[in-house]
């Protein structure tokens, strides 16, 4: 008689250790890595579960960044938590905002801070060692007009800012998904629009680079048939970099390597 081929029941003992050890990884994930830093899950469970365009990477934090975030988070930084509106002029000293979601390691969004003091840039991101790299950048160079928000940017611009209250919105080199079935997580959807145009001011420029050819096709056409957003190119395409972004070494990599990079710049109706 052959044997069977189900498993062997649980034990309770099993179950108690395997339910303890999740409970230990549950509350792993959900604490600061950082104790004054940016939170590990800052929304918890106070939104809704829902497809996300960014996933967070659990990367090393070197002893500077560390360093940065625990000395310059209470100061220029906020955690995404989607319980209260934040008062931006307040936050700003009344200076004009931009919004700039994913700013990586922080390198252009710095250089951006520096060469246009009058203006605050709310950089948002989910990667620690990029958040502690931004501050400290800030923290050396006296860029006061930066502040670096933890957590989902849907929530921030959904929950937490007022309408029109954005001069301006950047998302450079979003995550491209370049896999079919993985285009529903991509950024730049209709959706993400009508968002975005109830945050920014009329005449507010939402800015987008990529240099994903087929991700960049989208952003065009989505852009174009969004009846609150009006390009700013005289031809209806793309428009050349303008001289305020910063061409980023990574960037710089790609077109070495024959990446063709579009810029997107639309103007709030």
């Not at 801070?113 to 709310?122: N, S």
């Not at 400290?136 to 007009?145: I, V």
């Not at 005449?203 to 960049?216: F, I």
Request: some cysteine; hydrophobic content about 40%; aromatic content about 6%.
């Amino acid at each position: 008689m052959s044997e069977s081929l189900n498993p062997a029941p649980e034990t309770d003992e099993a179950h108690d250790l395997r339910a303890v050890a999740f409970e230990r990884q549950r509350r792993l994930r959900q604490e600061p890595r950082f104790p004054g830093g940016p939170a590990a899950d800052p929304a918890g469970s106070h939104h809704e579960r829902r497809i996300r365009s960014f996933q967070p990477r659990r990367s090393r934090v070197t002893p500077g960044q560390e360093d940065a975030l625990q000395r310059l988070w209470p100061k220029w930084g906020l955690d995404i938590d989607g319980q209260s509106v934040l008062d931006l002029p307040e936050l700003f000293d009344g200076l004009p905002i931009v919004l700039e979601i994913g700013f990586g390691m922080g390198e252009a969004t710095a250089r951006m801070a520096a060469d246009d003091p009058g203006t605050g840039i709310l950089a948002v991101d989910v990667h620690t060692p990029g958040q502690g790299n931004l501050l400290g950048l800030a923290d050396r160079n006296g860029l006061s007009n930066i502040r670096v928000a933890n957590g989902d940017a849907i929530i921030l611009l959904r929950e937490m800012l007022p309408p029109d209250s954005l001069d301006g919105l950047r998302v450079y080199f979003p995550d491209p998904w370049p896999k079919k079935r993985h285009h529903k997580r991509r950024l730049i959807q209709p959706e993400f629009l009508d968002l975005a145009a109830q945050r920014l001011k009329p005449g507010a420029v939402l800015h987008c680079a990529t240099d994903w050819e087929p991700y960049a096709e989208q952003m065009l056409e989505v852009l174009t048939a969004h009846p609150l957003f009006e390009n700013t190119a005289a031809d209806g395409g793309y428009a050349p970099r303008p001289a305020f972004r910063p061409l980023t070494r990574f960037e710089g990599q790609g077109l070495d390597k024959g990446h063709v990079v579009h810029d997107l710049l639309f103007a709030r109706s």
